[in-house]
């Protein structure tokens, strides 16, 4: 396994849903490498925090009946006696059948919610994981003034950041950091607001997702009792989260220039 396949498996892994011997390569990749090696380790905080306070929503049980039907239909990915020793099928490099039997779970979940994945769930998933990051309040990789934030993140970073607002009396940029939401690349920058924290979470609208250049106008909402503005400009999803109210009166403000 090289470096990419490690980004690609890492949510399987993390879901113990990796094949014994697929599992010995991660684990042999990740104890070598150090770049995976905290990639692992990030990603796996990251979850723990975003399970630990994320509330789990309930599939309609319409919902599991069709994908349970949909399995039933799909072809039986290995012959009975090889499944029979190898019940840990790797989810990540699958046959033909499996990408049915997946291709029909999507069918069905699409179905059910009426909503493409990628859709309004990637603003949900940043959302929710803008929150577990503020709350975690991780160190940041740069500090200063706007301009060595951008250069800093024009050198690190493989989409491109906008920095979300202006310094203001207001409001003040402090430093960024990189992230990870959901295996993708993400950019957290820490505000301060009159002497309060406030962090934005940037993250870039993969290519071939159908809403990839649009805009969205800003989402106002309240998860654990902090105020969080979803927006989506140029296809970058932003997350804006603080106390109180700031986060809405920034975004409007921004809006209204
Ligand atoms: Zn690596």
């Not at 940041?140 to 989409?159: A, D, H, I, K, T």
């Amino acid at each position: 396994m090289n470096c990419d396949d490690i980004n690609n498996a890492i949510y399987v892994y993390l879901d113990g849903e990796l094949a014994a011997p697929e599992e010995g390569d991660f684990e042999g990749h990740v104890s070598a490498c150090r770049r995976c090696s905290r990639l692992l380790a990030q990603e796996s905080g990251m979850l723990t925090a975003v399970r630990a306070n994320a509330p789990q929503p309930k599939a309609p049980e319409s919902l599991r009946l069709r994908v349970l039907a949909a399995l039933d239909e799909a072809p039986a990915p290995l012959p009975a006696e090889a499944r029979a020793q190898a019940p840990r099928t790797s989810a990540w490099l699958v046959g033909a059948g499996w990408i049915g039997a997946i291709a029909a779970v999507v069918i069905a979940m699409v179905l059910a919610f009426g909503k493409p994945a990628g859709g309004e769930t990637d603003e949900r998933r940043v959302l929710v994981e803008s929150v577990a990051a503020h709350r975690e309040n991780l160190p940041m990789e740069v500090r200063g003034s706007e301009q060595q934030v951008r250069q800093y993140l024009q050198e690190n970073v493989p989409f491109p950041v906008e920095i979300p607002f202006d310094d203001s009396q207001a409001i003040r940029l402090t430093g960024a950091r990189l992230t990870r939401v959901g295996g993708r690349e993400a950019v957290l920058f820490n505000y301060d607001v009159q002497g309060e924290r406030m962090t934005v979470v940037q993250v870039a609208t993969p290519p071939e997702a159908e809403a990839a250049d649009a805009e969205t106008e800003p989402s106002f909402s309240n998860h654990q009792g902090f105020e969080v503005v979803t927006f989506r400009k140029r296809g970058i999803i932003n997350s804006v989260v603080g106390q109180g109210q700031s986060p809405g009166k920034i975004v409007r403000a921004s809006y209204a220039q």
